[in-house]
């Protein structure tokens, strides 16, 4: 009846008291044969119902491709705003531990007295670009008929340009220049407006000297500028930094404010100035960036939410899939039961399949997000003013690798989760009902 | 070869209930079943007579209230699933009604598929393959889809597929029932042929008398009893 070669190879009967969960009786899956036979089973899934595919495929395309190009804008406003913060203040902002922690009860109350001295220390420092002194006061600016409170800042022209580049947009006239013969300032062009001074109209300068006293002193407008904020452009002006110690009667500063080669070396160079001049505070950029906190803050949370509703909707809709997928395949994955596929083995297959969908989707995503950044690189787009600023702004999308790796990443792992959740229902129950499912 | 050292398949005193809402339907009552290598039994009786149930429970997906089902000598009631799924996937072929083929595999994945998970290397698998299919007479039509086929050949695919594994038991549910007479002889045929020459075990539910003419044994069933 029987032919003794096909008897004798037959498949066996586990011996008596075998552990059949042992590794042993489990087949040995894991080759890179078995897991192509598992992903091209799983492509193949996915190509059963096409139009559903194509329509998951392109709803995780253009949530990927939002949150990426999102993410991007946030990052390039992010640079941006670190770097004008930076390039405002400097790397590094040295001064008293009074400058930043109390009031003045007169100009220059807590202000450094040795700033040279300390200025030509630090630009011996190898990383150091440039040292810039700041006298910062307050008092009052006047055209004969009108006076108004300023906000004023002294600086050193040629460094300060040389170092920061066109960090004021001239609205009128010149930029400030040392060795000037008259005392000259630059107005914010709220304040110009407001004093009805152009381009050589000459005001003057009211403020309390170091001692207490009132002092004031004529100046030349030599430009007006904006700030992009019209309410600092209603109250600042600049001059140079030794107009400044003249109207206030000392040689003190404010603060040096230190610029570096490169914005990563910040922190390395805080920790060794500070430890080189122990009675002195050194802060970073980033400790008087209080508007690029808050915007970074506000923006974390904007596109956080964001990203996570896009996520939500896309692991939705790969899930949905799935679902709808599985549940007409009930009685398939009944029958590969049956024939002794584990429910690991169906999970594994079903977990491709979404990720499948899922990496399809994100890559295109991808794809998408880099044409935008590319596109707006090639034809520039502006974006409106935002809140109380006066100017708009390049929307520029940064490319960050690390960012579009991370998205991707987490995007196919939870469409991976969400088929292997939806399906482990069906896997896992019993093959009888699966077998009968209509 | 002794008769009990011969048995592919016993049942001892089985009994199985299912429960339909507050109705409890007595499915199987005390069923005794002796099933030998090489033979080929075909299960008769009206629907809901307990045919089905006793291809389950044989075929270890599902599991009994009560009595002893012994494969291949060694009681497997106790068997937790892990162990019946790995028994089925080693021991048992299936031969389904409406053929249960995977769609998006081709006839020869389709047929490789119990060795592939069973972790048989690939060259052994090719070579088992193309002697299945051409012993079902469709080595021609390996790379085909099941779609591209007549019910006949599907189910001649199924049949590869079930014994392409050399089962101990094969079970086949109404294997005859979606196909014409013709084929259905076809079918018969093979199965016999095939199942004789590679000594597994047939248990065949059916309505089919052609079929139950062709096999070694018949038993009938009614209301879950043996008659």
Same mark, same amino acid.
């Given at each position: 009846m029987t032919t003794p070669t096909l008897v004798a190879s037959r498949t066996a009967l586990p011996p008596?008291? !075998?552990?059949? !969960?042992?590794p042993h009786f489990v087949s040995p899956r894991g080759g890179p044969s078995g897991n192509f036979m598992w992903m091209k089973f799983a492509v193949l899934n996915t190509l059963r119902n096409r139009r559903r595919s194509l329509v998951t495929v392109s709803i995780a395309a253009l949530g990927t491709a939002a949150i990426l190009v999102a993410g991007g804008f946030a990052l390039s406003t992010y640079q941006g705003l670190s770097e004008m913060a930076a390039r405002s203040t400097g790397h590094l902002i040295m001064a008293k531990p009074d400058q930043f922690n109390k009031d003045e009860d007169t100009p220059l109350q807590h202000g450094l007295d040795n700033a040279q001295e300390l200025r030509k220390q630090l630009l011996a420092d190898p990383q150091v670009r440039q040292v810039l002194p700041r006298v910062e006061f307050s008092g009052l600016i006047s055209n004969g008929e009108k006076s108004t409170v300023m906000m004023a800042t002294g600086i050193d022209p040629d460094s300060e340009f040389a170092v920061k580049g066109p960090f004021l947009t001239v609205t009128a006239g010149e930029v400030l220049s040392s060795g000037s013969k008259e005392p000259e300032v630059m107005l914010g062009e709220g304040l110009a407006k407001s004093l009805k001074a152009k381009p050589g109209s000459s005001l003057t300068l009211l403020a309390s000297t170091t001692e207490g006293a009132l002092n004031a002193m004529d100046v030349i407008v030599k430009g007006t500028f904006s700030t992009g904020v019209p309410d600092m452009d209603r109250r600042f002006i600049y001059t140079d930094i030794a107009t400044a110690q003249k109207l206030l009667n000392t040689q003190r500063v404010s603060s040096l404010g230190v610029f570096l080669a490169r914005m990563e070396m910040t922190d390395a160079a805080r920790q060794r100035f500070a430890n080189a001049n122990p009675t002195l505070t050194v802060q970073t950029w980033l400790d008087q960036a209080f508007f690029y906190k808050s915007v970074k803050d506000l923006y974390n949370r904007i596109f956080g939410a964001l990203g996570m509703i896009i996520g939500l909707i896309v692991v939705f809709v790969v899930t949905n899939a799935m679902a709808m997928a599985i549940i007409e395949r009930t009685r398939e994955i009944g029958t590969l039961r049956a024939l002794g596929t584990l429910p690991s083995q169906l999970l594994r297959t079903l977990g491709l399949e979404g990720m499948v969908l899922g990496g399809v989707g994100t890559m295109a995503g991808a794809v998408v997000a880099i044409a935008v950044t590319v596109f707006l690189l090639v034809v520039p787009m502006e974006m409106p003013p935002p809140p109380g600023q006066s100017k708009g702004y390049p929307l520029i999308i940064s490319f960050d690798l690390t960012m579009y790796l991370a998205t991707m990443l987490t995007m196919v792992t939870l469409t991976v989760l969400a088929s292997i959740w939806v399906a482990r229902k069906t896997v896992n129950m019993p093959v009888v009902d699966a077998l009968a499912h209509t | 070869m002794s008769q009990a050292a011969a048995s592919v398949v016993e049942m001892h005193g089985v009994h199985k209930t299912y429960h339909l809402g507050e109705h409890v339907i007595p499915a199987l009552q005390g069923i005794d079943l002796n099933v030998r290598s090489g033979e080929l039994l075909a299960l008769t009786g009206p629907s809901g007579s307990g045919k089905s149930t006793i291809l389950n429970l044989c075929g270890l997906i599902d599991t009994p209230d009560s009595g002893d089902i012994v494969l291949g000598g060694k009681s497997v009631t106790g068997l937790n699933e892990m162990q019946r799924t790995l028994l089925r996937r080693d021991a048992l072929g299936f031969v389904f009604q409406n053929f249960n083929l995977v769609p998006v595999m081709t006839v020869a994945e389709n047929v490789d598929y119990p060795l592939f998970i069973a972790g048989v290397p690939a060259a052994e698998r090719r070579e088992r393959v193309a002697a299945q299919l051409k012993a079902v007479g469709l080595f021609e039509h390996a790379?085909?889809? *099941?779609?591209?086929?007549s019910g006949g050949q599907r189910q001649r695919v199924a049949i590869a597929r079930a014994l392409v594994k050399r089962p101990r038991l094969v079970i086949a549910d109404? *294997?005859?029932?979606?196909?014409d007479s013709h084929t259905a002889d076809q079918v018969l045929e093979l199965m016999r042929e095939l199942g004789h020459a590679e000594g597994a075990a047939f248990v065949i539910a059916t309505h089919d008398s052609r079929l139950t003419s062709r096999c070694d044994r018949v038993l009938a069933l009614l209301d879950g009893r043996l008659v």
């Open positions: 008596e008291g !075998a552990n059949l !969960a042992s | 790379q085909h889809r *099941p779609d591209a086929l109404e *294997p005859t029932a979606s196909l």
